[in-house]
Every structure is written in C-alpha cells, then in structure tokens.
C-alpha cells in the first residue's frame, strides 16, 4: 500500500465519517433540521448533491482506484499514423493522440479542478469574509479603504487580467503552479464575497442584540464571532457551493487558452485544447471532457441552488441581492463567472445602485 | 442629481488611478528588463544603458509612476501636446494603443452583438415562463437555463463551430470578414450570448415572480386590467431597472474584449491579441489592454449609474 | 533554415544536378493556365519581418520570395542554379576566389528606379551589417566574403571584397574557395533593396518591404492579413495569379476546415499538415489525391547547451541521447517521419544510411544505459537531477504533444521536464542567445542543397560565436570539428569533401552529442481543388509563379 493510496483512503475514510456526522447533527439541530427537511424534498438539489459527492469520492480515490497512469502515453499501441484509440476493450473511453487513457485523465483531471476550485473559492471566502464584515462592523475609513479598493479590482477585466498575471509568471518558472492559479482567480473573487458581507453585516449589526452585546461593553472581536458571524453562514454555505462552479469554470478557460494547467497534468480544460484538432476524428476528445465541466458545474449550481431555497425561502430576497451581486460583481460575466442561478433584485454591482451606498 | 453624478466621476476618476497603479505595478514586475527588449537583441551594453535612460529606467520608482500617469492621461492642449501613451509594444515595435483601437472594432461589434443575443433570446424567455410558473415551458427553460450557465463558453463554441460551421455549413467556420459581414458574427455572438440569456431568463424571472407578487399588481387585477396589461405595463418596466443595469455591466465586459470566444473563433479582437501577446511575451501590449479594458468598465458603469437616475426616481432624492 | 523544407533533391559539391523535383506531384491535369484571380493562402502566427537581411524562417521566406529577386534564382523545380537579376551566371576566375557577376538591364525596384550593381554592394553590405540585426552577421556563409572580418568588427565601414566595376557589374572577392557560395547568393539574404526606400521606412522596412518581385505588397494588416498584388512590371516570367491574400492567425485547423469548405486555397503551405488533419484527409476519398508528400531535407533534434550546466557533462548529453523515443515522435507525426541518429537528411549526399553509433535499439533507445550513465555523472537518489524546462515552439498542435512525449521519456530515466510552448518567433529569440537556453526542441531545414548548409551555421565556432539571433541553438564549438568544416568548405574533390563532412558527423554524433538528433519528416501540403500547377519546390517554402486558380474565389477574404 503506497503512501498516496493509504492517504487517499484516509481522505476516503475522513470525508465519509464527517459527512455521515454531519447529517446526523443537523437532524437533531433545532435551528438546521427545518432546513435539512426542506432540502431533502428538492429532487435537484439531491442530484445535484449525489454528483458532487460522487464526484469527490472519485477524485479523492483516484490514486487507489484501478485506472492507468493518466499521463503515461502508451505509444506502442498506437497505429503507426498516430490516429487516437476509439473507446473499446483496451481503453473504456478510448485514447487521446498521446496514446494516454482517457476515462483515467478524465477521472483525475476531476482531481485537479476541484483542487483549484476549492482551494481558490475558499481562499475568496475567507478574505472577503473576514475584510468584509470587520470594515462593515468598525466603518468609518476602513469601511472606506474596503468600497474604494474592491471598487478598483472589479474594474478589471477578470478574465484577461488573470492571463496578464500568469502570462507574467510564465516565463519564470512558475506556470502551472496550482496554487499560484488558485491564488489568481482568488484575487478577483474576494472582492464580490467582501461587498456581499459587508451588505449582510450592516444590516445584521444595527439589530438589538448586537446593540444589547455593545452595551455590555463585549469586546467587538467577540461580537463579531458569536453574534454577527451565525448569521454569515447562510450566505458562507451558498457560496462556498456556487462560487465552486464558478471557480472551476474560469480555471477551465485558463487552462484552456494554455496558461492554466500545464500538459502533461490531466485537467479538462487542457483536455479539450488538446482535443481541438481531432474534432473530426476523435470527437470524443473534446467532447467528454467538456461535458464533465458542464455537469460538475450544474451540479455545484443545483445543489447550491436547493441550498439558498432551504436555508430560509422567506428570504429569498436577501439572497438574490447577495448571489447576484456575486455573479455581477465578479467580473466578465460570460467568461465563466455566470454560475449562479438565481439572480437578484438589489444588484450589488460596482458603483451601481445601493441603498448603502446612497446614504453614506 | 447633479451631486449625485459629480460623486459618480469622482468615482471614475479614482478608480481609474487606481487601476493605473496597479497595471504599473504589475507591468513592472515582469522579470527581464524592458531596456533590453526595447533595444533589440544585439544592443551592446553601452547602448542598453542609453536605452535604459531614455525610457527613464533609472529613476526612482515613484518617478516613474507620476511620469507614467502623465503619460496615460489624454493630451490637454498648452499644457500637456501628447499623451495616452500606453506603452511601447516590443513585438510590434509600435504604441501599444493605436494597436489595441485597430483591433477595437472588432470586439466592439462582438461586444454589441452578444448584448443583442442575450436580449433577444433571454428576456422572451425568461417573461414567458414567469407568466406561467410551473408549466410544461417553465421547466423546459429552467432546463435551458441549466445547462446555458454550466457548459462551458469555449466547449459550447467549439460545438457550434463543428455542428454549425462544418457538418451543416451554414456559417463560416471562424474568423473575420470585416464590420459589416454579419456571417461571421453569428456563431460567436451567439456562444456569447447564450450564457448570459440563461442568466437574463432567470433573472427577469425571479424579478418578475416577485413583482407579480406585490400589492400594486394585485390592485392593478382588482381593477380589471388583463394579465396581458399588467405584464406589459406594470411588471415589465420595474424589471427594467435591473435588466439595463447588468446589460450595462455586460457590455462594459465584453468590450474588456472576450478572451474565451475570440480565440476559438479566431475573432481578431483586442482580447485575441492580448492572448497572442502573452506567447510572444509582449508585456506592455498585453497591460495596455487591461488598462484599457478597465477603462471600458469603469465607463460602462459609470454610464448605467447615470441612468439610474432616470430610471429610478428613489435615486435622484437620497 | 529553421522550419520548413520542401522537396525531393541531391545534390554534389562542383555544380548540382538534382532528382525530379515533383516526385509526387503531377501537375494537374494538362490544362491550359489562365490569368488572374486570388490565391488564399494562410499563416498562424505573424510573420516576424519581410525584410530579407532579418527573415530566416519559412513564413518569411514563403512571402520575401514574391517581393524580391536576388543575382540568382533556382531553374523552375529543379536545384540548378540560373541567372535571375544577373544576365548569365558569373564568371569564376582566380581559383574559384573571383566570381564576376553581370547585372541585366532594366530591372526595375517597383518605384521605378533601375537596378544597379551599386544597390547589390548596398544591400549585402546592409545585411552584414552588424546595426542591422540580422543573422547572418558574424559570417556562417557571407564570412568568406574578403573585408567581411573587418566589417563585422566595425574596423571598416564596407566589405572591400565587394566592388563595383561598373553599374552593370559586381566584382565579389572570397578568402578562400567556398563551393556553395553560389547557394548562399541565392539565397533570400542575396536580395536586392532599394536604399532610398530603406531610408523613407525608417526602422520599419520589415514592415514596409520594396523589392522588384512579381508581387508587392499592397498591405499587411498586423495579426490578420498580407495581401500581395501582381507586379506589372516585373522583369522576369509574370506570375499568372493577380493577387494573394495570407490570412494571418489561422490556426492550421481551421485553415483545412476552411479549404475543405472551399474558403482556403493553400493552407499553411510552408509547413506541414497537423497529423489529425493529414490522417483525416488521407481516409477522405475526396481529398486524398491532393494530398502531396515528400521527403524534406531536414533534422529535428533536441539541442543541449553544452555550457550551461547540467549540460557541461558528457554522461548527461550522452544519456539523454539514450533516453528518447524516436518511434513515439514518428507516430506522433502520424507516421511522415524516418528516425535519423546523425546530423544529415536522407536525400543529402553525404548521408550514412542506418548511422547508429551508439547502437540503439528500433525505438532509438537504450534506456538502461541512459539510467547507468546518469549515475555515471554523480546523480542519483540524494543527488536528483535538477528539473529541466524544454523549450519549444508551438508551431501546431503537434508540437505540443512531441514535447510532451520528450517529457515521459526523460521522467522514465528520472528526469522532470518542465514545458515552456513559446510563438515561434519568441522561440528563435530565446535560442538565439547565448546563455538563455539550456535545452530546446528544434528543427533545421535546408537552405540549399549542400551538406554543409547543416554544419557551418549551426555546428561551427563561428556561428556560436553570436549575440543574438544564433542558429546554432546548442552553441557548439570544438575548433578539430571546425577545421574539418573549414577544409571541406573548399574542396573540388567531391568524395573527399563528403568524407569530411562524415568525419564531422561522427564527431557531433558519435563523440560530443551537443544534440539528441531524433528524425527527418516527410512534407504533407493539400491544396483545394481551384489550384492548379502546384509544386513542392526543393529550396522555397512557396512557389507561387506556377499557380493558377480556377473557379470561385474563395471567399474568406478579411477587410
């Protein structure tokens, strides 16, 4: 048992324990299970959330599953003109014209997208979070400091700064660094999480009990930790799933355009580049690599979906206004950052209209 | 409202500086030195150092930004005779900007199509399916809406391309045949637009579900009006305000220039040639486009903000 | 050249007689040619210059042989050299160290002015100019030029082995016998410029070409379009097609889509078809018959620098000599590629059939004893070898994965290749200098028929010994090599001049392996069906005065 798959099981084992804990907890929550009962009753949401599941298990088992090295080509059983194997008995999904299996590339480029989704729309949450409501809770300038600059990083075209950013990095050494992409779509997504939480703390602080908290002279780290912060998490849950489609989308046209992922690594974007010339012959390159975007995407989107429509339908127009501001406010709308379904009244764009905005 | 719109170019302008700052930054950190570049590959050193004072490389960082600002900015006349300045393309041996408005056109007319798409296709949808939540045409456009926002713009192109352009050619299958050849324009406005359609359908769907909702519309059935009237009347026009909003924002982006469609459609837009310039290792080419493209969705914004006043009346008096 | 071969030749040292050129190519069809129309050609990537002292690659070559003319030219598609500007072919005295060239009258520059030996010194002086940039500077062929030294060094300020007798005659002087030298001035560096349009163009003549070709250039648009209009005064046999568009930024792909839907004549006729376009087009019963293939005078080899590091040991070059799968980059090429362990092409004299000094197996492996020689050269498990990055031009889509096949092949011997895909002509700039590229994947195609077009400017001293725009990417210099070149250079005896340059092929490959030599391609071009008299020549990339169209225009044209 090599190390990869003995932590490729552990992942297995740790997922399957937190979730099955998880599900149990929420069940005898007072608050969560309401939510639980109207999210089991969406038959989307649940297709939505049994792909992402599925999904997940395959990426994190990939090492212990039996499929073939994804970047090993095997010339040898390649005809002589080079022609890609089509899907049969030796490789499910066939070959790509690198004699590599495609069905074990499709199974880790999963891997690889959702590693660079994760990884950049929690590192987006997590900076937007925190900046967010602490430049909305204390006000003043650094409330100030907060609007202007992500004023400025919504200014840019997302898209094409992300390629002006790696492109820069290229020459250096550091292309197809997974963290360093990551890092890039991070940079321009924060920003829309930061507005979003900004909007939602400025409401939720004027409330009595934060009033009352402040009166009692609790010291304002803890205010925002135990008060503001429960009421964040709807907004953190709905996001943390959206924001996955998202980011795995624009990783997927970095990739794509070639300053992403770099071959030989399995990645779906790289996939379909690669797959581009053989259209004709080999329409299953482009074609099952595309379509695993497209499914992985609609699966964050439904599951995140259901759970904006569990979490409180009453309230569905608080969360218009924040998901929609996400999708606006990220930056190069067809380029990838549509992934939200539900779009919102109150449009937290930049400089555009909000109720904040004009009274302060 | 003239207040409101004097804060909104000040606005403008600061964000405009700050997207200054940071393009200068970033075009700066770029490992290399441009001297070199700029003065071919077989300048001795002497010549190089000449160089390197000429483009004022050896002065202080912040020099040369102040330097760099004055010379973005547009020419006032007595003062200041030349100006946008947006750097010196090394590939093309050129100004970066006159490069960058030669290939403008072309993502313009993408841009202004792909907003038409989206019109044309998004709002009938999204309208007729909020007059009849739950039928058989709502979850087929829920559907469509489904699979518009999740497919991929660079794969769904591709299978145009292939579908519509080679097994049934019927378009051509990518490229340019200048402004006004409208074949060319339909499979990547089309790509381009069907994404955001998605969007617009379920965003006037939901504006419009929650509309039909209120008290207005419920008074205006009291008294009579048809379903028809109320829709066309009543519902549609407070949608507005929000559709115009993010057309704007959406035009302003895809002025930015479309990276994903322009390359597989070998679109020979501002977005493609910042591409190209990235393998070429043309740095000054590919910041210059960012400028530029930030300057068109400050504008853009800045434009939908200013009808906003006349949109929505709230506005002028807060 | 770097990139893009063409056909069939051989060729011997003292005067060159050739193999029919058209070898799978039969012109179509015994019709009579008629006048006028477009002809669409296509290009990826921009063309670097149209100035004939800078280009040195097939797209420009392909365009700069339709803008220009030089002394001489080769006889229709065979390797014979005839008389082009010049009235006869020159007249050799003092041991072949004298060549006398006569300059026919009423050539014209297309703005009118008459061509004058004056504007031949002009322009080859301009060449070899060390201000101008250009690569042939430093001498790999123009060095035997007397004076030229002086010149490359700025002691003098033009070549004193260049006289001009009278304004109808050119006197050139050489150092030494060079039996190639009538192929170097028939190359596209020999041509000639008028100065005044120099002057006017500034820096920017590379974008503003004048020549007396049998096209000009009536516009380039930047990243999108070249359109050549018909020279009505052009000296020589008119070309039968009035104009020719090059659309810019296409990729090889679409370019065949394109011709399949009858918007594209010639699709990237410098280069050759991506492999799933040639298979496809191969099991198409419509298109197969305009497919034309045939051998190229060319090698493709992994260039290893051998002073940078790791590269300065032996063991290291030599094991990754063993270490890459020929075979893998053959199917990659869907099968237009002969594995080649040497530095010569098979149709070149002087090539060693079978050469496999160091006896590998089909593949072109010895896997084992690449893993032995890396421990040879101190690394192993607590010394890793550092990662590498394989710098290499992305020219098709078939680059990408003959990198990535270099790349399995060196992790198997427990090496990690990083891939660095760069625009070809950012690739030329990088390998071009030395001290910036340890490690490049490249290809070399004849610029004459002679084999020392593959040694003197890419395995000497001299052609190392550059600052910028190199050939030789490896920067290989071992003076006992040179001298073998320098005396092969000038020998009458055929054999024995061939002997030498076997000599020196086993010195590179079987001694100091600067390279991993990997194989020879076999050119595919396709043609669409409007285009008539269609021939792969021997020497250009692009031949375009033979063409002529028929039917509809296609239709693609940009604005």
């Given at each position: 048992?090599?190390?990869?798959?003995?932590?490729?099981?552990?992942?297995?084992?740790?997922?399957?324990?937190?979730?099955?804990?998880?599900?149990?907890?929420?069940?005898?929550?007072?608050?969560?299970?309401?939510?639980?009962?109207?999210?089991?009753?969406?038959?989307?949401?649940?297709?939505?959330?049994?792909?992402?599941?599925?999904?997940?298990?395959?990426?994190?088992?990939?090492?212990?599953?039996?499929?073939?090295?994804?970047?090993?080509?095997?010339?040898?059983?390649?005809?002589?003109?080079?022609?890609?194997?089509?899907?049969?008995?030796?490789?499910?999904?066939?070959?790509?014209?690198?004699?590599?299996?495609?069905?074990?590339?499709?199974?880790?480029?999963?891997?690889?997208?959702?590693?660079?989704?994760?990884?950049?729309?929690?590192?987006?949450?997590?900076?937007?979070?925190?900046?967010?409501?602490?430049?909305?809770?204390?006000?003043?300038?650094?409330?100030?400091?907060?609007?202007?600059?992500?004023?400025?990083?919504?200014?840019?075209?997302?898209?094409?700064?992300?390629?002006?950013?790696?492109?820069?990095?290229?020459?250096?050494?550091?292309?197809?660094?997974?963290?360093?992409?990551?890092?890039?779509?991070?940079?321009?997504?924060?920003?829309?999480?930061?507005?979003?939480?900004?909007?939602?703390?400025?409401?939720?602080?004027?409330?009595?009990?934060?009033?009352?908290?402040?009166?009692?002279?609790?010291?304002?780290?803890?205010?925002?930790?135990?008060?503001?912060?429960?009421?964040?998490?709807?907004?953190?849950?709905?996001?943390?799933?959206?924001?996955?489609?998202?980011?795995?989308?624009?990783?997927?046209?970095?990739?794509?355009?070639?300053?992403?992922?770099?071959?030989?690594?399995?990645?779906?974007?790289?996939?379909?580049?690669?797959?581009?010339?053989?259209?004709?012959?080999?329409?299953?390159?482009?074609?099952?690599?595309?379509?695993?975007?497209?499914?992985?995407?609609?699966?964050?989107?439904?599951?995140?979906?259901?759970?904006?429509?569990?979490?409180?339908?009453?309230?569905?127009?608080?969360?218009?206004?924040?998901?929609?501001?996400?999708?606006?406010?990220?930056?190069?709308?067809?380029?990838?950052?549509?992934?939200?379904?539900?779009?919102?009244?109150?449009?937290?764009?930049?400089?555009?209209?909000?109720?904040?905005?004009?009274?302060? | 409202?003239?207040?409101?719109?004097?804060?909104?170019?000040?606005?403008?302008?600061?964000?405009?500086?700050?997207?200054?700052?940071?393009?200068?930054?970033?075009?700066?950190?770029?490992?290399?030195?441009?001297?070199?570049?700029?003065?071919?590959?077989?300048?001795?050193?002497?010549?190089?150092?000449?160089?390197?004072?000429?483009?004022?490389?050896?002065?202080?960082?912040?020099?040369?930004?102040?330097?760099?600002?004055?010379?973005?900015?547009?020419?006032?006349?007595?003062?200041?005779?030349?100006?946008?300045?947006?750097?010196?393309?090394?590939?093309?041996?050129?100004?970066?900007?006159?490069?960058?408005?030669?290939?403008?056109?072309?993502?313009?007319?993408?841009?202004?199509?792909?907003?038409?798409?989206?019109?044309?296709?998004?709002?009938?949808?999204?309208?007729?399916?909020?007059?009849?939540?739950?039928?058989?045409?709502?979850?087929?456009?829920?559907?469509?809406?489904?699979?518009?926002?999740?497919?991929?713009?660079?794969?769904?192109?591709?299978?145009?391309?292939?579908?519509?352009?080679?097994?049934?050619?019927?378009?051509?299958?990518?490229?340019?045949?200048?402004?006004?050849?409208?074949?060319?324009?339909?499979?990547?406005?089309?790509?381009?637009?069907?994404?955001?359609?998605?969007?617009?359908?379920?965003?006037?769907?939901?504006?419009?579900?929650?509309?039909?909702?209120?008290?207005?519309?419920?008074?205006?059935?009291?008294?009579?009006?048809?379903?028809?009237?109320?829709?066309?009347?009543?519902?549609?026009?407070?949608?507005?305000?929000?559709?115009?909003?993010?057309?704007?924002?959406?035009?302003?982006?895809?002025?930015?220039?479309?990276?994903?469609?322009?390359?597989?459609?070998?679109?020979?837009?501002?977005?493609?040639?910042?591409?190209?310039?990235?393998?070429?290792?043309?740095?000054?080419?590919?910041?210059?486009?960012?400028?530029?493209?930030?300057?068109?969705?400050?504008?853009?914004?800045?434009?939908?903000?200013?009808?906003?006043?006349?949109?929505?009346?709230?506005?002028?008096?807060? | 050249?770097?990139?893009?071969?063409?056909?069939?030749?051989?060729?011997?040292?003292?005067?060159?007689?050739?193999?029919?050129?058209?070898?799978?190519?039969?012109?179509?069809?015994?019709?009579?040619?008629?006048?006028?129309?477009?002809?669409?050609?296509?290009?990826?990537?921009?063309?670097?210059?149209?100035?004939?002292?800078?280009?040195?690659?097939?797209?420009?070559?392909?365009?700069?042989?339709?803008?220009?003319?030089?002394?001489?030219?080769?006889?229709?598609?065979?390797?014979?050299?005839?008389?082009?500007?010049?009235?006869?072919?020159?007249?050799?005295?003092?041991?072949?160290?004298?060549?006398?060239?006569?300059?026919?009258?009423?050539?014209?520059?297309?703005?009118?002015?008459?061509?004058?030996?004056?504007?031949?010194?002009?322009?080859?002086?301009?060449?070899?100019?060390?201000?101008?940039?250009?690569?042939?500077?430093?001498?790999?062929?123009?060095?035997v030029l007397t004076g030229s030294a002086d010149f490359f060094n700025g002691r003098a300020t033009s070549i004193s082995g260049l006289k001009v007798l009278d304004p109808n005659t050119l006197e050139v002087d050489l150092d030494t016998p060079?039996?190639?030298?009538?192929?170097?001035?028939?190359?596209?560096?020999?041509?000639?410029?008028?100065?005044?349009?120099?002057?006017?163009?500034?820096?920017?003549?590379?974008?503003?070409?004048?020549?007396?070709?049998?096209?000009?250039?009536?516009?380039?648009?930047?990243?999108?379009?070249?359109?050549?209009?018909?020279?009505?005064?052009?000296?020589?046999?008119?070309?039968?097609?009035?104009?020719?568009?090059?659309?810019?930024?296409?990729?090889?792909?679409?370019?065949?889509?394109?011709?399949?839907?009858?918007?594209?004549?010639?699709?990237?006729?410098?280069?050759?078809?991506?492999?799933?376009?040639?298979?496809?087009?191969?099991?198409?019963?419509?298109?197969?018959?305009?497919?034309?293939?045939?051998?190229?005078?060319?090698?493709?080899?992994?260039?290893?620098?051998?002073?940078?590091?790791?590269?300065?040991?032996?063991?290291?070059?030599?094991?990754?000599?063993?270490?890459?799968?020929?075979?893998?980059?053959?199917?990659?090429?869907?099968?237009?590629?002969?594995?080649?362990?040497?530095?010569?092409?098979?149709?070149?004299?002087?090539?060693?059939?079978?050469?496999?000094?160091?006896?590998?197996?089909?593949?072109?492996?010895?896997?084992?004893?690449?893993?032995?020689?890396?421990?040879?050269?101190?690394?192993?498990?607590?010394?890793?070898?550092?990662?590498?990055?394989?710098?290499?031009?992305?020219?098709?889509?078939?680059?990408?994965?003959?990198?990535?096949?270099?790349?399995?092949?060196?992790?198997?011997?427990?090496?990690?290749?990083?891939?660095?895909?760069?625009?070809?002509?950012?690739?030329?700039?990088?390998?071009?200098?030395?001290?910036?590229?340890?490690?490049?994947?490249?290809?070399?195609?004849?610029?004459?028929?002679?084999?020392?077009?593959?040694?003197?400017?890419?395995?000497?001293?001299?052609?190392?010994?550059?600052?910028?725009?190199?050939?030789?990417?490896?920067?290989?210099?071992?003076?006992?090599?040179?001298?073998?070149?320098?005396?092969?250079?000038?020998?009458?005896?055929?054999?024995?001049?061939?002997?030498?340059?076997?000599?020196?092929?086993?010195?590179?490959?079987?001694?100091?392996?600067?390279?991993?030599?990997?194989?020879?391609?076999?050119?595919?071009?396709?043609?669409?069906?409007?285009?008539?008299?269609?021939?792969?020549?021997?020497?250009?990339?692009?031949?375009?005065?033979?063409?002529?169209?028929?039917?509809?225009?296609?239709?693609?044209?940009?604005?």
């Amino acid at each position: 048992m090599t190390p990869d798959r003995l932590s490729a099981l552990a992942m297995f084992a740790v997922l399957v324990g937190g979730l099955v804990w998880l599900v149990r907890w929420v069940r005898q929550s007072l608050s969560w299970r309401p939510v639980w009962d109207r999210f089991r009753r969406e038959p989307l949401a649940l297709a939505g959330l049994a792909f992402v599941l599925v999904l997940v298990s395959v990426a994190i088992l990939a090492p212990v599953l039996p499929l073939r090295d994804p970047n090993h080509g095997y010339y040898e059983l390649l005809p002589l003109n080079g022609r890609p194997l089509a899907p049969g008995a030796t490789f499910l999904l066939g070959s790509d014209a690198n004699g590599r299996d495609l069905l074990s590339r499709t199974l880790w480029g999963a891997r690889v997208s959702l590693i660079i989704g994760c990884l950049a729309n929690f590192s987006a949450l997590a900076l937007g979070i925190s900046l967010g409501s602490v430049a909305a809770y204390f006000g003043g300038w650094m409330d100030m400091v907060l609007m202007r600059f992500t004023d400025i990083m919504m200014a840019f075209p997302v898209v094409l700064f992300s390629i002006a950013l790696i492109g820069i990095l290229y020459s250096s050494g550091l292309h197809g660094n997974l963290l360093v992409i990551a890092a890039v779509i991070a940079l321009f997504y924060w920003t829309a999480v930061a507005r979003i939480v900004r909007a939602q703390v400025l409401s939720i602080k004027e409330k009595e009990f934060v009033e009352a908290a402040r009166a009692l002279g609790t010291h304002p780290i803890r205010i925002l930790a135990k008060h503001i912060f429960p009421h964040l998490m709807p907004i953190i849950i709905v996001y943390g799933t959206i924001g996955i489609a998202t980011t795995i989308t624009v990783e997927s046209i970095l990739s794509f355009i070639g300053i992403g992922v770099q071959p030989p690594t399995a990645d779906w974007g790289v996939m379909v580049n690669d797959g581009v010339t053989f259209m004709q012959i080999a329409p299953w390159l482009v074609i099952v690599p595309g379509l695993m975007i497209l499914l992985t995407v609609l699966a964050f989107n439904l599951l995140g979906d259901g759970l904006r429509d569990a979490l409180d339908p009453r309230e569905r127009a608080l969360f218009r206004g924040a998901i929609g501001g996400v999708a606006a406010g990220g930056g190069g709308l067809a380029t990838g950052q549509r992934a939200t379904l539900e779009p919102g009244l109150e449009v937290a764009a930049p400089g555009t209209f909000e109720v904040e905005e004009a009274s302060g | 409202m003239t207040a409101y719109i004097v804060r909104r170019l000040l606005w403008m302008v600061f964000v405009l500086f700050g997207v200054a700052a940071i393009t200068f930054v970033v075009a700066f950190m770029v490992p290399g030195d441009p001297a070199r570049l700029y003065a071919g590959t077989n300048a001795s050193p002497a010549a190089i150092r000449s160089i390197h004072h000429q483009l004022g490389l050896d002065r202080p960082l912040i020099v040369q930004f102040v330097d760099y600002i004055w010379r973005v900015l547009p020419p006032i006349p007595i003062i200041k005779p030349h100006g946008l300045d947006f750097g010196y393309s090394y590939r093309y041996a050129a100004p970066v900007l006159p490069a960058i408005l030669e290939r403008f056109p072309a993502t313009a007319e993408l841009a202004i199509a792909g907003v038409f798409f989206e019109v044309i296709i998004g709002m009938p949808i999204g309208i007729l399916s909020a007059i009849r939540p739950g039928s058989f045409w709502d979850r087929a456009t829920m559907v469509f809406t489904f699979v518009g926002l999740a497919a991929p713009p660079f794969w769904l192109g591709l299978i145009f391309l292939f579908v519509f352009g080679f097994l049934l050619p019927i378009f051509p299958i990518g490229g340019y045949g200048g402004l006004f050849a409208p074949q060319y324009l339909v499979l990547p406005a089309l790509t381009l637009g069907l994404g955001g359609a998605a969007y617009y359908a379920r965003l006037l769907r939901a504006c419009l579900l929650d509309i039909l909702e209120t008290d207005y519309v419920r008074t205006a059935r009291a008294k009579g009006l048809t379903e028809r009237q109320v829709v066309l009347r009543h519902a549609i026009p407070n949608a507005l305000t929000v559709i115009v909003t993010q057309l704007g924002m959406d035009l302003g982006y895809f002025l930015a220039g479309v990276v994903v469609i322009e390359t597989v459609f070998a679109w020979p837009g501002i977005g493609k040639q910042a591409v190209d310039a990235i393998f070429t290792l043309d740095i000054p080419l590919v910041m210059g486009t960012v400028l530029f493209g930030a300057i068109l969705i400050v504008t853009a914004n800045l434009v939908v903000d200013i009808s906003y006043t006349f949109l929505d009346p709230r506005v002028r008096y807060s | 050249m770097k990139r893009r071969p063409t056909a069939w030749l051989a060729v011997m040292a003292a005067g060159t007689i050739l193999l029919p050129a058209c070898a799978n190519n039969t012109p179509t069809g015994g019709e009579t040619p008629t006048s006028g129309g477009t002809l669409t050609i296509s290009f990826k990537d921009d063309l670097k210059t149209l100035d004939p002292a800078i280009g040195y690659d097939t797209d420009s070559w392909s365009i700069e042989r339709q803008i220009y003319n030089g002394l001489l030219d080769y006889d229709g598609f065979t390797t014979n050299l005839k008389a082009d500007i010049a009235e006869k072919m020159p007249v050799i005295t003092n041991d072949g160290k004298t060549y006398t060239f006569k300059i026919r009258k009423g050539v014209k520059f297309s703005n009118g002015r008459e061509v004058t030996a004056d504007d031949f010194k002009y322009s080859w002086e301009r060449m070899l100019d060390p201000k101008t940039n250009g690569p042939m500077t430093g001498g790999p062929f123009w060095g035997v030029l007397t004076g030229s030294a002086d010149f490359f060094n700025g002691r003098a300020t033009s070549i004193s082995g260049l006289k001009v007798l009278d304004p109808n005659t050119l006197e050139v002087d050489l150092d030494t016998p060079n039996q190639s030298f009538l192929n170097i001035v028939a190359m596209p560096f020999g041509f000639v410029v008028p100065k005044e349009a120099v002057a006017a163009a500034g820096t920017d003549f590379a974008h503003k070409p004048m020549g007396t070709g049998p096209f000009v250039l009536d516009k380039w648009t930047a990243g999108q379009l070249i359109v050549l209009k018909k020279n009505p005064s052009y000296f020589g046999t008119k070309p039968y097609l009035n104009e020719v568009d090059a659309q810019i930024g296409v990729t090889p792909e679409v370019a065949i889509l394109r011709m399949q839907s009858g918007q594209m004549d010639l699709p990237q006729p410098d280069i050759n078809i991506p492999s799933a376009q040639y298979v496809q087009l191969s099991a198409d019963p419509k298109w197969k018959n305009r497919v034309v293939t045939t051998p190229n005078v060319d090698i493709w080899y992994l260039a290893m620098n051998p002073t940078m590091k790791p590269f300065d040991k032996l063991e290291v070059r030599k094991a990754f000599n063993y270490a890459i799968n020929k075979a893998s980059q053959a199917k990659i090429l869907a099968g237009r590629a002969v594995i080649n362990n040497g530095i010569q092409a098979p149709p070149m004299p002087g090539y060693v059939p079978n050469y496999n000094p160091l006896g590998l197996d089909a593949n072109g492996q010895n896997i084992q004893k690449a893993k032995d020689l890396l421990a040879q050269a101190g690394y192993g498990p607590s010394k890793p070898f550092p990662p590498q990055t394989l710098v290499y031009p992305k020219a098709n889509a078939d680059s990408d994965r003959e990198a990535a096949a270099v790349q399995q092949d060196l992790a198997a011997i427990g090496v990690t290749v990083n891939l660095q895909g760069l625009a070809f002509s950012a690739f030329l700039d990088v390998t071009g200098k030395p001290n910036t590229t340890a490690f490049s994947y490249n290809g070399w195609i004849q610029d004459f028929p002679d084999p020392s077009d593959f040694i003197d400017p890419i395995l000497t001293c001299s052609a190392a010994n550059v600052t910028a725009n190199g050939s030789n990417v490896a920067f290989y210099c071992n003076k006992s090599a040179d001298a073998l070149a320098d005396k092969a250079r000038g020998d009458t005896n055929a054999t024995e001049r061939l002997n030498l340059y076997k000599q020196f092929q086993d010195v590179v490959a079987g001694q100091d392996f600067p390279w991993v030599p990997m194989y020879s391609t076999v050119e595919a071009n396709v043609s669409s069906t409007r285009v008539h008299g269609y021939h792969l020549h021997p020497v250009w990339p692009l031949v375009v005065t033979s063409i002529w169209v028929t039917g509809a225009a296609a239709s693609a044209s940009a604005s």
